[in-house]
């Protein structure tokens, strides 16, 4: 593995860990201010107002677009799994679980060199 694939799958988790903490930091906040841990109402807000819903959307397809990328690069470099990594994406974040693989990916690719 050289420098270069370690600084790399370094800044992929780095990545990874600011989304987890931004991300839950907010979410936490949400399920307090509102009183249930409800994921119907987290996903109501999120189409609370046209930004909001604006944001909600591209997520979504960015995450369709990455989870099919992250689907057959999986399969490519054989990397176990993969359904894994769906499963937490909507149970953590897709900010979270999409570096993650990205890492694994980047240590594979150093790996097969």
Not at 12 to 34: R, V
Not at 43 to 56: P, Q, T
Request: hydrophobic share 60%; aromatic share 16%.
């Amino acid at each position: 593995m050289t420098p270069r694939d370690k600084r790399l799958i370094g800044l992929y988790l780095l990545i990874a860990l600011a989304a987890l903490i931004g991300t839950w930091s907010q979410n936490l906040a949400f399920f307090a201010e509102s009183g249930s841990f409800s994921g119907l109402s987290f996903i109501e807000a999120c189409f609370a107002n046209h930004a909001a819903a604006s944001i909600s959307i591209d997520i979504l397809f960015f995450g369709l677009a990455a989870f099919v990328f992250m689907g057959i690069e999986a399969k490519r470099l054989g990397i176990r799994f993969f359904w894994l990594y769906l499963l937490l994406s909507f149970l953590i974040a897709i900010s979270v679980t999409f570096p993650v693989f990205m890492a694994v990916r980047q240590r594979h690719l150093a790996r097969a060199r």
